[in-house]
């Protein structure tokens, strides 16, 4: 024995009493190589992005919601709420020129937009856990495109679309780790 206590040969303390390092992994192949096993459970990862997906999802159901609330105003209540607007952005010298039937059109587009995201957010999070190549795809290929949206708007100035478009990069990284190829098979 060593004179502090520990063994010569372990220098990091891993080894422990029987001489045999611990197995790394669930079933001790390594994480990445883990998720491969029939029974192995979700990997973080692939997890972490499940649940962004529904928190996305939801956020855009509930967007689509209020925009459908907002098509439901009466026209004679959002002539006014117009003219208020314009009042005031003339007041600080910037014309307003928006019509009732540009701002209906804008809210069931914008409705429509959030609605289908949100849908298929929740669809495809509730999905994710079987472990199908489509599904991994599928994922990949919404993020992807909901990032390249984001990034659209971020370039044409829109800076407060860096929070999602992160959390959407962070995500389709998240899938393309060694774990989440791994759980679909894909290594």
């Not at 520990?6 to 883990?34: K, M």
């Not at 990862?45 to 999802?57: N, P, Q, S, T, Y």
């Not at 509930?62 to 117009?82: Q, V, W, Y």
């Not at 959030?114 to 856990?129: F, N």
């Amino acid at each position: 024995m060593h004179p502090s206590g520990q063994d010569p040969h372990d220098s990091d303390g891993v080894r422990g009493a029987g001489g045999v390092p611990p197995q790394r992994g669930l079933f001790g192949f390594g994480a990445h190589l883990d998720a491969l096993h029939p029974n192995a459970p979700t990997p973080r990862k692939v997890a972490v992005v499940r649940a962004l997906m529904f928190v996305g999802g939801a956020c855009g159901l509930g967007l689509s919601a209020l925009f459908l609330m907002a098509l439901s105003i009466p026209p004679e209540t959002m002539d006014e709420a117009l003219r208020e607007q314009a009042d005031l952005a003339a007041e600080q010298g910037v014309e307003m020129a928006v019509s009732i039937d540009v701002m209906r059109s804008l809210m069931a587009v914008l409705a429509l937009v959030t609605g289908v995201y949100g849908v298929l957010s929740t669809l495809l999070a509730a999905r994710i856990r079987r472990r199908t190549v489509g599904v991994f795809w599928g994922v990949v290929a919404f993020q992807a495109a909901a990032g390249a949206l984001l990034a659209w708007s971020v370039s044409g100035g829109a800076w407060q679309y860096l929070v999602p478009l992160g959390f959407t990069a962070t995500m389709v990284a998240f899938m393309f780790s060694r774990e989440g190829r791994a759980y679909y098979g894909l290594l």
